[in-house]
Nanobody
Framework: QVQLVESGGGLVQAGGSLRLSCAAS????????MGWFRQAPGKEREFVAA??????????PDSVKGRFTISRDRDNAMNTVYLQMNSLKPEDTAVYYC????????????????WGQGNQVTVSS
């Protein structure tokens, strides 16, 4: 069992930056691939970023590539994964979720078993 607690969301102007953090409980954090997803009102949950257990593979959709960076603390010592978001746009406004996968890397929500509670990010124009 893994519990995920997110922090770092909020309100920012277009062009600004935010960093989301996701702290995981449990001693097996290093065995999970981690991902970030987002969901805007009236839209389906969307893949934002994913990172494998030790960071060997990282992927982003074109909508955030070059602006967002996913990372996990060195050697998974702090059981935390981050999402650095730069050059934010109003269309980035959504609830952001971190998720843990026991099956390895995935860019689809069904591939993740554990989810955080969600964190609102609002980008004003």
């Amino acid at each position: 069992q893994v519990q995920l607690v997110e922090s770092g969301g909020g309100l920012v102007q277009a062009g600004g930056s935010l960093r989301l953090s996701c702290a995981a409980s449990g001693r097996t954090f290093s065995t999970y691939a981690m991902g970030w997803f987002r969901q805007a009102p009236g839209k389906e949950r969307e893949f934002v970023a994913a990172i494998t257990r030790y960071g060997a593979r990282i992927d982003y959709p074109d909508s955030v590539k070059g602006r967002f960076t996913i990372s996990r603390d060195r050697d998974n010592a702090m059981n935390t994964v981050y999402l650095q978001m730069n050059s934010l746009k109003p269309e980035d406004t959504a609830v952001y979720y971190c998720a843990a996968s026991i099956l390895g890397y995935s860019d689809n929500a069904p591939g993740y078993k554990y989810w955080g509670q969600g964190n609102q990010v609002t980008v004003s124009s």
